[in-house]
């Protein structure tokens, strides 16, 4: 589904990414380690578009893109979750998940009901505002917002960042539903260890803005993988 070689991304002046090369397989989660600062947000930035890359080559499906903006690639099936959320927070569950309209022809304006099965609390919150939701509740609706679009690519950026448990669990559950339906990519960024090993099929560790180590699970040794994202 995604294949990038050799990205570079800048921030003004200064460099974060270098040289990264990474695939993601559909029916696969791919996870991005690594400590704080290493670039893996800014990573998933680059391949949302909500922030141009440098440098690159960039093949989504086949396709070779230059640098499109984050609306032309969420077209095109890529979908961010990003770090902190960002639910509207004066909007009400419902039309938080409708903004995913956007992306889909006016025959699909519609929430789907298997949003609902997968999480029962937005059926229970539809009509209240984002920014009333528990903070396990918006990644709940920011996740069921981005699968609004249908992608092709789900880029989720610490999904269980400051999330309850019970939460951590179920977001889990939804993770594995997601990549064994077989019909999409999954790239997740997450610093629990434990929960992004139990997911991931591929790995990819950041060290200072590059690739340190890189392979599926079958080749990684879990001992390696824990070393490499320790402070």
């Known amino acids: 589904m995604l294949e990038i070689k050799d990205l570079t991304l800048h921030y003004s002046g200064s460099q974060i990414l270098y040289g ?32 141009q890359r440098t440098s690159g080559t960039y093949r989504l499906n086949g396709e070779e893109l230059g640098k499109p903006p984050a609306n032309v690639l969420a077209h095109k099936g890529v979908a961010y979750v990003p ?17 995913g309209y ?15 099965e997968l999480f029962p609390v937005l059926k229970e919150m539809e009509g209240r505002r984002g920014g009333d939701l528990s903070g396990g509740q918006q990644q709940q609706l920011a996740i069921a917002r981005a699968l609004i679009t249908k992608p092709k690519l789900l880029l989720l950026d610490e999904p269980t960042e400051g999330i ?9 559950r939804v993770i594995e539903f997601l990549r064994d339906q077989g019909d999409m990519a999954i790239i997740l960024v997450e610093q629990y260890f434990s ?20 392979g599926s699970k079958k080749e990684l ?6 070393k490499s994202v320790s402070v």
């Open 20 to 51: 990264i090369d990474l695939t993601a397989d559909v029916g696969k989660v791919t996870c991005v380690m690594g400590t704080n600062g290493v670039g893996k947000t800014s990573l998933l930035k680059a391949i949302s578009g909500t922030h």
């Open 83 to 99: 770090q902190g959320r960002d639910v509207f927070p004066l909007m009400t569950v419902r039309e938080n998940l409708e903004t």
């Open 102 to 116: 956007a992306c889909l022809p006016k025959s699909e304006h519609h929430v789907p009901d298997y949003i609902f």
């Open 164 to 172: 309850q448990p019970n939460i951590i669990q179920q977001i889990g």
């Open 195 to 214: 929960f992004a090993y139990d997911l991931a099929d591929d790995f990819c560790v950041l060290t200072r803005g590059s690739v340190s180590l890189a």
């Open 221 to 226: 040794k879990k001992s390696e993988l824990m």
